[in-house]
């Protein structure tokens, strides 16, 4: 199988060039627990295959009882500090505080670090050998046993101690054979059932081909010198755990492979037909199904005659072989007519080919000697149509008394053929039906074991990521755990990840659970208020308090957060209060002053009647009812108004009164008015109201806050835009994360404040994709210098960037878009290259399917250019107004 990489990191650190990368959000926010949605782990290093495990033991409700009720035994300290005890109690003190975290942390994730340590001193070797998945879970349950093991010994009262984790994970199966002539008995113990799945279609066939190995006929001869045995399932466990083998050694190659066929298992999975007390009806039943199946290929091989006849490589249905016989019989010929163009083209070739037997006169050319005569090739008169050549097959030589005995008997072999070839198809149906019901009779349905979890590798054999689909039984609903990342599912997403088949994910290991053991989930209850108990009234006291201190220490870290904004906030406000020098700007027609120019115009006659003041109102009361109604329409977004008008982007996005007033006075105020005596005079009045303004009215803060959408939103999205039409993938890439991080603030304030969302999602999305197809392309030269320069851009630009994409479990299009991006990577496993390649792929692919969905710390944003106001929205308007004419991604 694949690797725990976190227990050969320091080997790998998997190469990574920026491991700094992987860090928290520093806005602790981000990750702030969310309404009780379960807690997610931390990836702490390539340990996505703890948190599967952890997570689906987690919630199993008796197991997680079992742990957080777990007491240390009292002697510890006197104990002899051998190696089991120096490792488990440690273990399982710091698996009590996990799981008291999952339960009670205002964290939308913990950190399992302490944990993950203890194991990766426990599956280190000499030579840093890495570990395999199901090892990890048998191990994990060995230190568990151990632990509850010296608890038990401890409380025993004269009797043989009880461990609850050999009574909740650990059966018994009967194995009954011959070996040599010579019949067996034993009893075994069980933990995990190991699985093969090469070669079977859905559980029940590995399950069957499990207990049944070798010629199992010799158990009831006396006399026979075959071996073979049955396994019998004396008594099973509450929780039943398959391992699912789909890796195995390809000798060829010399390297694991892993098994990608698609393999079916149920939710509700029936266990009677393995059951030892069950097994004279079995052995009846088994015997009736392989005698059904023997006669089902029979039928099969029949059929097969029928739909695939002949006797060459090519082969059809019988039935359409007689109806072309048919339709051949009943064909009337047609004659051949030259006429019209036809004609034309016939006595064309004949006389080409005449002229080429005639040969060149003497006078076009010099005359040669036979010696030197080449033979002259005649492609037209060798290819010449014959005049009789019928315009389709027909036969030529039949009598309507044989064509009606022929039609008659293809008739009736083609009726005889579908009933024959629908009789077959029918008692194949029937025996696929009676094979399929033979165990469901109501004696054979006693043992339900209800899936529980579902643990799912995807990648290769030497590279790849886990996560695990739980049932939530009391939501009855699945959820998806994904390191942090804790989402709604549901059957047909587990169905298509895990059956395999689909991409390279698929599961590698099935837990269920007794479904008619009910205390394996149920949930707590208060004795004396009989109510349930939920959160951390679960905890023990001692946990409770641990749990508490954490929270304390996250309360803390946001009120930290908040402190440190609000004092860079005050900062700034100070800041904007510091008079500035005014920068002169050229005299330019902006659309701001479009409207203000015509305003003045069409309060002229209240200007001369009562003066520059009355003038003044009319013309700004005019001006805002025509931004008011702009604010009100729906524009194509070539023709944004917000970036044209600033005030119509403060009117819907609620701004403060007091901050629309003094925007259009700045409009009005502004030196540039001065066209004519009278601008000028309406200029000097809009000035003189500003400078009565005092500091305190308008709120500085929201004031710039709004002020510098036009500059910094409409630049980002016209420079990301700008680079990705001309190809400029590697630099429009940062543009595009700051300008869906920085919109996506705007949008979280009110939905008139950013850009379409989904517009930048598609551009971010596709330079993405672009850029790994361009990296693979490199690889693929297998220069090395290309190589190379292929895996810088994979490592630092986009492996970093895919947690962004990851976030948002909702935005379908972003994942199927990083599973492609992976899939690309992946298909190069199965291929043949050289060894020096195929050890840069092994290093670099954990890191491609097992990145941490934490958002990366990047550098600082790239600097921005210099646009004014009028050239920005002439710009923005061109590039929307080509996007408009090539529509992105469906819009």
Request: charged share 30%.
């Amino acid at each position: 199988i694949v690797l725990e990489a976190s227990i050969a990191e320091n080997k790998a650190s998997l190469k990574r060039t920026h491991p700094e990368v992987w860090s928290d959000s520093p806005n602790p926010y981000d990750r702030k627990r969310q309404d009780n949605c379960p807690v997610g782990l931390k990836n702490v290093g390539n340990t996505c295959w703890f948190s599967a495990v952890i997570q689906s033991l987690f919630n199993l409700l008796e197991f997680r009882r079992l742990v957080l009720n777990f007491n240390p035994p009292a002697n510890a300290q006197d104990l002899p500090r051998n190696q089991k005890e120096h490792r488990n109690l440690p273990f399982m003190r710091e698996l009590r505080y996990l799981f008291a975290l999952l339960v009670g942390s205002k964290r939308k994730y913990v950190d399992p670090s302490r944990a993950v340590e203890i194991l990766k001193d426990a599956f280190k070797s000499n030579d840093s050998q890495q570990q395999d998945v199901s090892e990890f879970t048998h191990k994990l349950l060995d230190w568990l046993e151990d632990a509850f093991q010296i608890k038990a010994e401890e409380e025993r009262d004269g009797e043989k101690p009880k461990n609850p984790m050999v009574e909740l994970f650990y059966g018994r199966f009967l194995a009954v054979g011959v070996l040599e002539g010579k019949k067996f008995e034993n009893t075994e113990m069980f933990g995990q059932y190991p699985l093969q799945v090469n070669g079977f279609k859905d559980l029940h066939e590995c399950l069957e081909a499990a207990m049944i190995e070798g010629e199992i006929e010799s158990l009831h001869s006396e006399n026979s010198a075959k071996s073979g045995q049955e396994h019998w399932f004396t008594e099973l466990p509450p929780v039943l755990t398959f391992e699912l083998s789909r890796f195995e050694f390809n000798q060829a190659l010399g390297r694991p492979e892993k098994i990608h066929n698609k393999l079916e298992f149920p939710p509700i999975l029936y266990l009677d037909r393995y059951m030892h007390k069950n097994r004279e009806i079995t052995r009846i039943k088994r015997d009736e199904i392989k005698r059904l199946k023997e006669y089902l290929t029979v039928l099969q091989q029949r059929l097969e005659r029928y739909l695939s006849y002949g006797s060459g490589p090519k082969r059809f249905p019988l039935v359409d072989v007689l109806q072309y016989a048919l339709e051949f019989a009943s064909s009337k010929p047609v004659s051949f007519s030259l006429c019209g163009d036809s004609i034309f083209i016939f006595h064309a070739l004949n006389e080409h080919s005449t002229t080429e037997q005639q040969g060149p006169s003497s006078s076009d050319v010099p005359s040669t000697s036979p010696v030197q005569r080449s033979v002259i090739h005649k492609p037209f008169t060798q290819s010449r149509i014959p005049p009789d050549l019928p315009m389709h097959p027909a036969p030529r030589h039949i009598t309507e008394e044989e064509l009606s005995v022929l039609e008659g008997c293809l008739h009736r072999w083609r009726t005889e053929v579908e009933n024959d070839t629908r009789d077959l198809q029918e008692s194949i149906s029937r025996i696929h039906r009676t094979i399929e019901l033979m165990y469901s009779d109501k004696t054979m349905v006693q043992v339900p074991y209800r899936l529980h979890a579902v643990l799912v590798h995807e990648g290769q054999a030497n590279a790849g990521h886990y996560w695990a689909y739980i049932y939530d039984h009391h939501q009855n609903r699945w959820m998806k755990y994904n390191d942090i990342s804790v989402t709604k599912s549901t059957w047909e997403e587990l169905e298509r990840d895990s059956f395999g088949g689909y991409r390279n994910a698929s599961a590698y290991c099935l837990m269920y659970i007794n479904d008619k053991e009910q205390y394996l989930i149920q949930e707590e209850f208060n004795k004396e208020t009989g109510q349930i108990l939920v959160g951390m009234d679960t905890l023990p006291s001692d946990l409770r308090d641990y749990v508490k201190e954490d929270n304390k220490r996250f309360e803390k870290e946001l009120e930290e957060w908040d402190a440190e904004l609000a004092q860079k906030t005050q900062q700034e406000k100070l800041l904007s209060q510091i008079p500035r020098a005014p920068a002169p700007s050229p005299v330019m027609l902006t659309p701001n002053m479009q409207g203000i120019i015509m305003a003045i115009g069409k309060a002229r006659n209240v200007y001369d009647r009562c003066g520059p003041e009355a003038g003044f109102f009319k013309a700004i009361k005019l001006e805002y009812t025509r931004l008011l109604k702009l604010a009100q329409e729906d524009p194509p977004p070539e023709c944004d108004y917000r970036l044209r008008h600033a005030i119509v982007y403060f009117i819907q996005n609620q701004a403060p009164k007091k901050i629309i007033e003094r925007t259009l006075l700045e409009q009005f105020g502004d030196h540039n008015l001065s066209f004519d005596e009278r601008c000028r005079n309406i200029m000097k009045v809009a000035q003189a109201k500003l400078e009565m303004i005092k500091p305190d009215e308008v709120n500085m803060e929201e004031y710039e806050e709004h002020s510098s959408y036009l500059e910094a939103g409409c630049t980002w999205m016209l420079n990301l835009m700008l680079l990705f039409l001309h190809s400029s993938y590697m630099e429009a890439l940062l543009y595009l994360i700051y300008a869906y991080q920085n919109n996506k603030e705007l949008l979280s304030k009110g939905p008139y404040r950013g850009h379409d969302e989904e517009l930048i999602s598609h551009y971010r999305r596709e330079c993405l994709l672009k850029l790994n197809e361009h990296a693979a392309a490199l690889f693929e030269s297998g220069d090395d210098q290309e190589v190379n320069n292929g895996l810088i851009i994979m490592n630092e630009l986009i492996v970093p960037c895919l947690p962004l994409l990851l976030v948002d479990e909702m935005e379908e299009k972003d994942i199927v878009a990083v599973e492609d991006m992976r899939n690309r990577w992946c298909s190069y496993l199965g291929q043949e290259m050289e060894p020096n390649l195929q050890e840069k792929l092994t290093d670099f692919l954990p890191k491609l399917l097992d990145c941490s969905t934490e958002i990366k710390g990047f550098n600082d944003p790239p600097k921005l250019p210099s646009y004014s106001t009028h050239e920005l929205c002439e710009r923005y308007a061109r590039i929307m107004l080509s996007l408009s004419r090539t529509p992105a991604d469906g819009r």
